[in-house]
């Protein structure tokens, strides 16, 4: 199949692209390397460097070949921007699929479109594990801007035929096996990163909250190995090519299990075999307590199987990506 893949060229995007290709696929990349980087394309990938509310550009892309399937992983993610400036993440995640919607209409796109959603659609759920249908009630404009994208997804599925899948990721983690791809975030916000780059600093690291009602006072959360990520984008399109069109579905994308905080230190400390060393600081605001997925839906309609999305192998990639790139892909 041949993929065009809207934020190829960022964290969850750029694993995409390799599992993609490693799979048989071939790809094209739209980014407007705001956030990406450029090294995490193979060389041999088309890259279209233009940003997805350049509306000329972006239908020439889908004019110009024909596509299987179409990847959205374009978004901005930072809940506390979001905060700060939400207008940013309205225009980006909302506006941006809104051109996507419009363009793939006007150039009679028959490609299935998979969107890369969030968990922070539910904001703080009433219950764990969380289901596809729990109530959606997000707590920041990260969160609402992707929920809106989702509804317009939606829509424009029964209005006008599209067909389309939404991926509500849990915690995308680790590294490509390869250790030639992975995570470089200016700030850095994620937890695993941030546990083995103060490992290999020996800086301390901050754990927000210790007064949680978890098992040991800390936020637990499900944590999903970024390549399975990948794996299950593969089967979603695959899946999108033999429904009708006018097909919208959602899919909750997680291993089913909640780690605490203290449990990924312990993990990483058991990996790099050393002690890292941490202190408690205030709860952020807006934390949940704890947020991890019931994935039957995934593993029924998708065929999802965990292949990298234990722990020890999680902190492992990673830890093989940041001891061969300690300056990220700069």
């Known amino acids: 199949m041949r993929f065009l893949v809207i934020g190829g060229a960022g964290y969850i995007g750029s694993h995409f692209v390799w599992e993609a290709l490693r799979q048989g696929h071939s790809c094209v990349v739209y980014d407007n390397l705001s956030r990406g980087h450029r090294a995490s394309v193979p060389r041999e990938v088309k890259l279209i460097q233009a940003d997805l509310l350049d509306k000329e550009t972006l239908r020439a ?21 979001s905060v700060t400036e939400p207008d940013l993440y309205y225009e980006n995640n909302g506006e941006g699929v809104r051109c996507l919607l419009n363009a793939m209409r006007a150039e009679k796109s028959t490609a299935g479109l998979v969107f890369s959603s969030t968990c922070a659609i539910f904001g703080t759920p009433e219950k764990v594990p969380m289901l596809e249908h729990d109530p959606k009630v997000p707590i920041s404009p990260y969160g609402r801007s992707k929920l809106v994208a989702e509804w317009l997804i939606e829509d424009a599925c029964r209005a006008y035929g599209l067909k389309a899948m939404a991926l509500r990721y849990f915690n995308a983690c680790g590294a490509d096996p390869s250790g030639e791809i992975g995570e470089d975030h200016q700030p850095e916000t994620h937890l695993i990163p941030n546990v083995i780059l103060s490992a290999v600093a020996g800086k301390e690291l901050s754990i927000f909250g210790n007064d949680f009602p978890t098992r040991d006072g800390t ?7 970024v ?12 899946h999108l090519h033999t429904l009708k069109p006018g097909t919208f579905d959602v899919v909750n994308l997680g291993t089913g299990k909640g780690y605490s905080n203290l449990e990924i230190v312990q993990a990483a400390e058991r990996v790099l075999g050393r002690k890292i060393p941490y202190r408690f600081a205030e709860r952020r605001p807006g934390d949940p307590a704890e947020l991890y997925a019931d994935n039957t839906k995934a593993r029924q309609v998708l065929g999802y199987v965990s292949r990298y999305s234990d722990l020890d192998t999680i902190i492992r990639t990673a830890l093989v990506w940041h001891e061969k790139h300690p300056k990220g892909f700069s």
């Open 61 to 81: 892309a889908l004019r110009e070949d024909h596509f299987d399937g179409i990847f959205h992983f374009a978004a901005f993610a930072l809940v506390g921007e």
């Open 219 to 225: 936020c637990v959360r499900d944590y999903i190995h």
């Open 227 to 238: 390549s399975d990520l990948a794996d299950a984008h593969i089967k979603a399109a695959q």
